[in-house]
């Protein structure tokens, strides 16, 4: 009966820790994905600025989520 309180216990924490790091890994990968994607926008047109293409992938990215 003890090493069940022990699971529950383990299962509650680890449940809560993950909920907590969700928030904070979900900004750092969408940051990630628009990094990849401004440098990608670049490249792929000469005549897009660096803001233009932040813009257009936020949005991009929003849209998908």
Do not use: D, H, W
């Not at 909920?19 to 969408?30: N, Q, T």
């Amino acid at each position: 009966m003890y090493k069940n309180y022990k699971l529950l216990l383990f299962l509650g924490v680890t449940i809560i820790f993950l909920y907590f790091s969700v928030g904070k890994y979900e900004e750092f990968s969408l940051q990630k994905s628009v990094s990849a994607c401004v440098i990608a926008k670049s490249k792929i047109k000469k005549n897009m600025s660096p803001q233009e293409a932040r813009k257009v992938c936020e949005v991009e990215i929003k849209q998908n989520r």
